[in-house]
């Protein structure tokens, strides 16, 4: 079975960004970013992608936009629905079997009833912004690892990371 994965970190009240960027800093859920989603294929909106800047080294980029024809580093797809068909593909050539969606708010809402697995980091604050992650029965989900990390000089709050699976 391939695993569509959601990987993003939210506050108390479901913020994930602001002004085009995080609305935090923390280091150790980069860190974390990183690890998960290295050699995997990550799928993002053009939003994110620009927050980002540029490809995300040793990872297979794919762009939903509907705006941008074409990005060096990066396969660039119309809609959603295309960009998942072809990662799928990628997956039975390369032998993988995990396509990490990385944000943001659109592209959580578009694959949230595709995914079959939620990597969250739980920022432990209120905090304000502009785009929200959807709201997720966690019935219907599985708890199956719970890591806590705190703040500190380069991580602006306490959070933890809860990875679910879908029941
Ligand atoms: N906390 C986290 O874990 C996390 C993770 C990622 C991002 N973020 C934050 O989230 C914010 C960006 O999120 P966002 O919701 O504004 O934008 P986004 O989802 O990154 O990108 C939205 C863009 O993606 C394209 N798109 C999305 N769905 C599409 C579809 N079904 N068909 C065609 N194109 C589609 C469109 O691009 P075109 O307009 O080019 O057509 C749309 O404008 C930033 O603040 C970023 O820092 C946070």
Redo the contacts with the bound molecule.
């Keep these: 079975m391939i695993v569509i994965s959601h990987?993003?970190?939210?506050s108390n009240n479901n913020v994930?960004?602001?002004?085009?960027?995080?609305p935090w800093n923390l280091k150790t859920d980069l860190k974390h970013f990183k690890d998960y989603t290295s050699n995997k294929i990550i799928v993002?909106?053009?939003?994110?992608?620009e927050?980002i800047g540029r490809p995300l080294p040793n990872r297979i980029n794919y762009v939903?936009?509907?705006?941008?024809g074409e990005i060096a580093g990066a396969k660039v797809f119309?809609?959603?629905e295309s960009a998942i068909e072809e990662a799928k593909h990628e997956c039975s050539r390369s032998g993988q079997n995990e396509i990490v969606i990385?944000?943001?708010?659109?592209?959580?809402r578009?694959t949230l009833n595709k995914a079959n697995k939620l990597v969250l980091?739980k920022v432990k604050c209120d905090i304000d912004g502009?785009?929200f992650y959807p709201d997720v029965d966690l019935n219907d989900w599985e708890k199956v690892s719970s890591n806590k990390f705190y703040q500190d000089a380069e991580n602006d709050y306490d959070f933890t990371v809860e990875v679910y699976e879908r029941i």
């Excluded at 994930?16 to 995080?22: A, P, Q």
């Design positions: 990987v993003v970190a939210l994930i960004g602001k002004d085009n960027d995080l993002m909106g053009r939003k994110t992608f927050s939903v936009s509907n705006t941008i119309n809609s959603t990385i944000g943001g708010g659109f592209l959580f578009d980091s502009d785009v």
